[in-house]
């Protein structure tokens, strides 16, 4: 019998974690980070990782669990992910993933398979030429159409990690296609989402909160600490932009208008990437979101599926 898992997914500022743990509180659930930053330790405003208060709620996994400089990838997340369903399963709980970075979830639920990069250098050797002979923004476009959360986190300019993320992505083997082959979980995917002005106008006043809850505060730190800006880390949304500001000498009306865009085009990219995912159940969201609405919906769907 296939292992049941809730996942309740959609583009940033929706309210996933919300949404996840109150249904969690309910069903003996515990929760499994499907966002790719979440991972990292001392990471926490730019991030939106939810409170100490929310993450005693209920046990989450997956959360402050590597030091900023650490590398985390869509393969470490499936064998993380698969072993923790399991656990959690037989534990007779509820195992429900909340989370944005498609790419995760989609290969968790479809069974992605994916080869070692490491082992194969002649591929290296024909990116490091590309990067020569084409430059590192073609290289980083290339990176871009294959995997847009991977491209997202990653400056065009630092061709080793452009490099190293691309060998994942090409080497990385789809084995079930949705409708081709059975999943291997029996899943319920709800997916949140907004009218777009709605959701831009939420993604702005998040960005407005975490500036005052010390997200330029926050990346000073890791500087101060030693985590280098190229690091995997350090490249994506929110700490990019302050870098530019802290160090780099952007004004800081720009790295914040900056921040805001690329929070907007992250959200965008993400609704593009969930089309792939036929199976998602989508619920909308008003621009002032009803959760209990929500949270009671989820529930009807989840009782309608599972009998729970």
Same mark, same amino acid.
């Given at each position: 019998m296939k292992q049941k898992v809730l996942v309740i997914l959609g583009p940033t500022a929706t309210g996933k974690s919300h949404c996840a743990i109150?249904? =969690?509180?309910?069903? $003996?659930?515990?929760? *499994?980070? @499907?966002?790719?930053?979440?991972v990292y330790k001392g990471m926490d405003i730019g991030t939106a990782k939810p409170s100490a208060e929310e #993450?005693?709620?209920v046990p989450h996994h997956l959360v402050d669990i590597l030091p900023p400089d650490a590398s985390f990838s869509v393969v470490?997340?499936?064998q993380q992910a698969e072993r923790l369903i399991t656990e959690i399963t037989e534990? @007779?709980? #509820?195992?429900? *993933?909340?989370?944005?970075?498609? #790419? &995760?979830?989609?290969?968790?639920?479809?069974?992605?398979?994916? $080869?070692a990069a490491e082992e194969d250098s002649e591929l290296r050797a024909q990116l490091e030429r590309e990067a020569q002979e084409q430059g590192a923004e073609a290289l980083h476009e290339r990176l871009r159409a294959a995997a847009p959360a991977? =491209?997202?986190?990653?400056?065009?300019h630092n061709v080793r990690r452009v490099i190293r993320a691309l060998e994942s992505a090409l080497q990385g083997e789809q084995v079930n296609q949705y409708g081709a082959a059975e999943m291997p979980y029996d899943a319920l995917v709800i997916g949140l989402n907004m009218e777009r002005q709605a959701l831009y106008a939420r993604i702005n006043k998040r960005v407005d909160l975490m500036l005052e809850a010390g997200l330029e505060q926050e990346v000073h730190g890791l500087l101060e600490q @030693?985590?280098?800006?190229?690091?995997?880390?350090?490249?994506?949304? @929110?700490?990019?932009?302050?870098?530019?500001?802290?160090d780099a000498g952007m004004p800081y009306d720009d790295a914040v208008e900056k921040l805001k865009q690329a929070t907007r085009n992250f959200a965008k990219r993400q609704l593009t990437w969930y089309k792939k995912m036929p199976y998602i159940h989508w619920l909308?969201?008003?621009?002032?979101?009803? &959760?209990?609405?929500?949270? =009671?919906?989820?529930?009807?769907?989840l009782q309608e599926k599972f009998q729970l």
């Open positions: 109150e249904i =969690a509180k309910k069903y $003996n659930g515990e929760i *499994i980070s @499907g966002d790719s930053m979440l #993450l005693a709620a470490d997340f499936k534990r @007779g709980h #509820l195992p429900i *993933i909340a989370g944005g970075t498609g #790419l &995760y979830i989609k290969a968790l639920l479809e069974d992605y398979a994916f $080869n991977e =491209a997202e986190r990653i400056h065009p @030693g985590v280098h800006p190229d690091c995997q880390s350090m490249q994506s949304i @929110g700490y990019r932009q302050m870098v530019w500001y802290i909308t969201l008003a621009a002032e979101p009803d &959760y209990g609405e929500a949270v =009671a919906q989820i529930e009807a769907l």
